[in-house]
């Protein structure tokens, strides 16, 4: 199926103007749809090794971390009788550690929430653009990693973390052209930067004090990048920081005027208006490991959240293959 430039997205009239509305034959699937049973057989060809790498970090892994209301689930285990256990999560925020957000997760300022889905329709008891749909029937096709940070620190130059530098798209295709890597319809994009292990890394009271900063290492805000990722058909931008782009929004943000609730952050071009989930805080470091000593970039990704039906995010219950 073809689809428009960003470029032709953003002369579609009215709120149509610079979204994907519409387009996809799964009205509540979004940019996942770039992903055809053609591609994910091709994806076979990326395991060569049969080496398997979970993405996600444990659920209390961010105990404290960047988010000031989400706190670490408590994991409570009880019995019945003497021969059996049970246990439940008490306190379990969707987005607390390793996630997807979905198409509720963002609505945008100016326009609404995705597809033009009514207000009303997003709460609890709906199913509207929930995280079900993605459950249902799974995101799986090539993963593609690029790997900020070891492109970065081969140079002689660390990314920032501490000050929560912004990773500019120039950065971004810089790097995927040293690893000599090019992209296709419907891959998952992976940025490594670092900033998950950097953190975890931290003494507790080190990790209160970038929570306060409000600063975190993520890509820069532009609308160059927000075409980027939509002409090259991306199904899902992932990466291993805390909201996949930079906190807070560069002063020139081009978003501020369209997304003053989000102080000019892109989430609301990328989830609201065209579809594009996003996974954060990801477990990259150990895949981007192996894939620098083996000089090969991809890997067959399958990302499974769970199935809660109107859900606005979920654990990413993401796995690769190489």
């Not at 395991?47 to 105990?63: E, H, K, M, N, S």
Request: aromatic fraction near 8%; charged fraction near 20%.
């Amino acid at each position: 199926m073809s689809y428009p430039t960003y470029a032709r997205l953003l002369q579609r009239e009215g709120k149509l103007a610079g979204t994907s509305w519409e387009l996809f034959p799964d009205k509540d699937r979004g940019t996942p749809s770039f992903i055809t049973p053609e591609a994910v057989l091709e994806a076979k060809s990326c395991i060569r090794t049969g080496t398997v790498f979970g993405l996600d970090y444990p659920a209390d892994a961010f105990d404290p971390g960047m988010s000031l209301k989400r706190g670490a689930p408590r994991h409570i285990i009880y019995s019945a009788h003497p021969a059996h256990r049970d246990d439940y999560l008490d306190g379990y925020y969707l987005q607390g550690s390793t996630q997807i957000d979905g198409l509720r997760h963002r609505r945008a300022d100016d326009v609404g929430f995705y597809n033009g889905t009514p207000d009303v329709l997003v709460c609890e008891g709906t199913a509207e653009l929930g995280i079900q749909e993605w459950a249902e029937k799974p995101i799986v096709g090539r993963g593609v990693l690029v790997d900020l940070d070891g492109y970065r620190s081969a140079h002689g130059d660390a990314i920032d973390h501490a000050a929560g530098e912004p990773l500019g798209l120039d950065l971004i295709r810089t790097a995927i052209e040293a690893q000599s890597v090019t992209l296709r319809p419907g891959d998952i994009l992976m940025l490594h930067t670092g900033w998950c292990e950097w953190f975890l890394g931290l003494p507790a009271g080190q990790k209160q004090e970038v929570r306060a900063s409000r600063k975190a290492t993520g890509v820069e805000q532009s609308e160059e990048f927000v075409a980027w990722a939509w002409d090259n058909q991306l199904s899902v931008l992932a990466a291993d920081n805390f909201a996949f782009e930079c906190l807070p929004a560069v002063p020139d943000s081009p978003f501020r005027e369209s997304a003053p609730n989000d102080d000019g952050m892109m989430h609301q071009q990328l989830l609201a208006k065209l579809g594009m989930p996003l996974g954060e805080l990801w477990k990259l470091g150990p895949l981007a490991r192996h894939l620098r000593a083996t000089g090969l970039w991809e890997a067959f990704v399958s990302i499974k959240p769970l199935n809660i039906v109107g859900g606005t995010g979920s654990p990413a219950n993401a796995t690769a293959l190489t």
